[in-house]
Antibody, heavy 128, light 106 residues
Framework: QVTLKESGPVLVKPTETLTLTCTVSGFSLSNARMGVSWIRQPPGKALEWLAHIFSNDEKSYSTSLKSRLTISKDTSKSQVVLTMTNMDPVDTATYYC????????????????????WGQGTMVTVSS | SYVLTQPPSVSVAPGQTARITCGGNNIGSKSVHWYQQKPGQAPVLVVYDDSDRPSGIPERFSGSNSGNTATLTISRVEAGDEADYYCQVWDSSSVVFGGGTKLTVL
């Protein structure tokens, strides 16, 4: 059974750095054509993609948040870690990690795919 | 950056057909994925690559994509289909979500 589970602080202060961990089971982060993304959702609002990392260590970040985000993986621990610096109250949201099984799109030259399995999400509040 | 436009809400009576659209510039040239999100729950993939269904998703859920509009169609709508629905595509190496559509079953 494939599962993903997010963990991290429930509350962070403005200007602090947020570190979130996604622990996966049922698949390996070293498997070819595997990846994990982080996606967030402010209360009552839409989904927003943040970053992804593939098994070959290829990474990509949201253009608007790129300067604040770092994604990494520890294959031995089956974990993907996202750090977001300089947190602000507008970053208050539920943060999800989700699995991708990317495939090569010959039209664009990029790897793409759907998020087939999601974690339950973790709510992070930014407040002093 | 690429923008996906969804109607904020769609209402349908039980047993009828719901159609949720997702508009984007030449979206027909992209693969579109659809997610269902019920209150307090994580999203669930219901259609991928325009029209394929993951295992366990009822055949009532189908998708199409052409020109500037992709459509998620839910046939024989049930009360349990009431949820928010999001479309998603890739724009180069980035991911774009639509703003979401709240499906209300009357």
């Amino acid at each position: 059974q494939v599962t993903l589970k997010e963990s991290g602080p429930v509350l962070v202060k403005p200007t602090e750095t947020l570190t979130l961990t996604c622990t996966v089971s049922g698949f390996s982060l070293s498997n070819a054509r595997m990846g994990v993304s982080w996606i967030r959702q402010p209360p009552g609002k839409a989904l927003e993609w943040l970053a992804h990392i593939f098994s070959n260590d290829e990474k990509s970040y949201s253009t608007s948040l790129k300067s604040r985000l770092t994604i990494s993986k520890d294959t031995s621990k089956s974990q993907v870690v996202l750090t977001m610096t300089n947190m602000d109250p507008v970053d208050t949201a539920t943060y999800y990690c989700a699995r991708i099984r990317p495939y090569y799109d010959i039209l664009t030259g990029y790897y793409i795919g759907a998020f087939d399995i999601w974690g339950q999400g973790t709510m992070v509040t930014v407040s002093s | 950056s690429y923008v996906l436009t969804q109607p904020p809400s769609v209402s349908v009576a039980p047993g009828q057909t719901a159609r949720i659209t997702c508009g984007g510039n030449n979206i027909g040239s992209k693969s579109v994925h659809w997610y269902q999100q019920k209150p307090g729950q994580a999203p669930v993939l219901v259609v991928y690559d325009d029209s394929d269904r993951p295992s366990g998703i009822p055949e009532r859920f189908s998708g199409s994509n052409s020109g500037n509009t992709a459509t998620l169609t839910i046939s024989r709508v049930e009360a349990g289909d009431e949820a928010d629905y999001y479309c998603q595509v890739w724009d180069s190496s980035s991911v774009v979500f639509g703003g979401g559509t709240k499906l209300t079953v009357l």
